[in-house]
């Protein structure tokens, strides 16, 4: 069964060719608007929305290109349903549900989240459930069970600011260029985190809460740079970026460890820490993932860089699954911005 994965839920349009029956990537193919709203400090949804339109179909015959294939050689469609901008969801979903009346293929809605964490099965030597799945972008901070496929249960959001979102806001305050997450990355390398004493919030919570909060990190950075005065250069504006990075990073370990402790109370043998999203590509983040993965004695796993962030295949894989369930969306189909996993 060849599947055919469409995601456009924010600032990337990606479609992807997946062999659910030999369980390969054939081809994937992305466009980033990154150097658009680049200029905007952040994403802007209507020009999000515009450029998918002119960008989406492009996309896709240049999947299929590379997959050596063409759309009559397609079993079955996927399409981000939610949670994303309505706008930029509408333009994947409409597409999909034309080419499934025009071709008469089956088409089943997939959440993007469930795309993360599916998105490790890309890998040869993908884990079996059950699994602690951390999602870590710029729209979502999540940490999930993934107790079989298709079978989720949330431990925790975050409450307000997505650590990926942070990182931006943090980064326009700081003047780096956007997407701030890797140029503060890079700043950190050479900072000293201790420099600065940022809070963690919500260190005080019960033992099985899970949620994540970064506005208030965001905040007390802004008042670091108004009582020092301005945006610090050189070593001090390192020492800066790797004080908020540490702090994320403390936040993220904290729920980690807390859930990895609570999650092999309920099975007995968790195969992996799964991590995924595009934040789960920063440097700092890995090296904890890696660490808190070795004290409990299981292993980290994560997609390359190229498939942690927004893409096609982890649509078309969390499909395929679906739709080999026998699973099959109706002609109603319709965007949800908000859909939780």
């Not at 349903?81 to 025009?102: C, E, F, M, W």
């Amino acid at each position: 069964m060849l599947v055919l994965g469409i995601e456009t839920s924010c600032d990337e349009t990606g479609v992807a060719v997946y062999d659910g029956t030999a369980g390969g990537l054939l081809a994937h193919a992305v466009h980033s608007q990154v150097a658009m709203h680049e200029a905007y400090g952040g994403v802007v949804p209507e020009l999000a929305s515009r450029d998918h339109l002119q960008r989406a179909l492009p996309v896709l015959d240049e999947a299929l290109r590379r997959a050596g294939c063409t759309l009559g050689d397609v079993d079955g469609l996927s399409v981000t349903r939610g949670p994303g901008l309505v706008g930029a969801l509408l333009v994947g979903v409409q597409i999909a549900k034309s080419l499934s009346a025009a071709l008469r293929l089956p088409l089943v809605g997939v959440n993007h989240l469930e795309g993360h964490l599916l998105a490790v099965l890309l890998e040869e030597s993908a884990p079996a459930p059950p699994w602690l799945g951390l999602v870590v972008s710029g729209g979502h901070t999540s940490l999930y069970e993934v107790r079989a496929l298709g079978r989720y249960r949330a431990l925790g959001h975050t409450l307000d600011d997505a650590a990926g979102e942070a990182f931006d806001k943090v980064a326009k305050l700081l003047g780096l260029p956007y997407p701030g997450g890797a140029q503060i990355d890079r700043l950190a390398r050479g900072g000293d985190p201790r420099a600065v004493d940022f809070p963690r919030a919500l260190a005080k919570r019960p033992r099985d809460e899970f949620d994540f909060s970064f506005s208030g990190l965001k905040t007390a950075l802004l008042q670091h740079l108004r009582q020092r005065g301005g945006v610090p250069q050189g070593q001090e504006l390192s020492d800066l970026c790797a004080s908020f990075q540490e702090a994320v990073v403390d936040v993220i370990a904290d729920r980690l460890r807390a859930g990895l402790r609570l999650f092999r109370e309920r099975f007995d043998n968790p195969t992996a820490l799964v991590a995924a999203g595009g934040v789960a590509a920063n440097e700092a983040i890995r090296k904890v993932l890696h660490r808190i993965a070795f004290e409990v004695g299981t292993v980290l796993v994560a997609p390359p860089a190229e498939l942690c962030t927004d893409n096609g295949a982890m649509i078309a894989v969390a499909g395929a699954h679906r739709l080999a369930r026998g699973e099959r969306a109706s002609a109603d189909l319709a965007a949800d911005p908000g859909w939780r996993l």
